[in-house]
């Protein structure tokens, strides 16, 4: 079930975005796929949807994934290869 209410005041703003390539099953328990991220879920909710701007993948995203590193205000964008994970590196986005 997606939450439309995806961020609160304090949580919309900068994070620092990078990028993933694992296969498999999310938190959540969906399978990765474009459109997936990795959040702090203290910081957005797992199953809200938020929109990015700003990093080259603007667009609006589901929640469904948390990862060992992503404390904060850190995601982590799920691409099909882990060539384009490298490439994407470290950026700053806007979450909304």
């Not at 993948?57 to 948390?66: A, K, N």
């Not at 590193?69 to 384009?84: F, L, T």
Request: charged share 20%.
């Amino acid at each position: 079930m997606r939450t439309k209410a995806a961020t609160t005041s304090s949580a919309a703003g900068s994070f620092t975005a990078t990028a993933y390539c694992l296969r498999g099953r999310t938190a959540m328990g969906h399978g990765v796929r474009r459109g997936i991220i990795a959040a702090d879920p203290r910081v957005l909710r797992l199953g809200s949807t938020v929109n990015l701007a700003g990093s080259g993948y603007t667009g609006s995203y589901l929640v469904s994934d948390t990862g060992g590193r992503i404390k904060g205000r850190k995601i982590d964008i799920w691409v099909p290869s882990c060539a384009e994970a490298k490439r994407f590196g470290r950026r700053t986005v806007q979450v909304n």
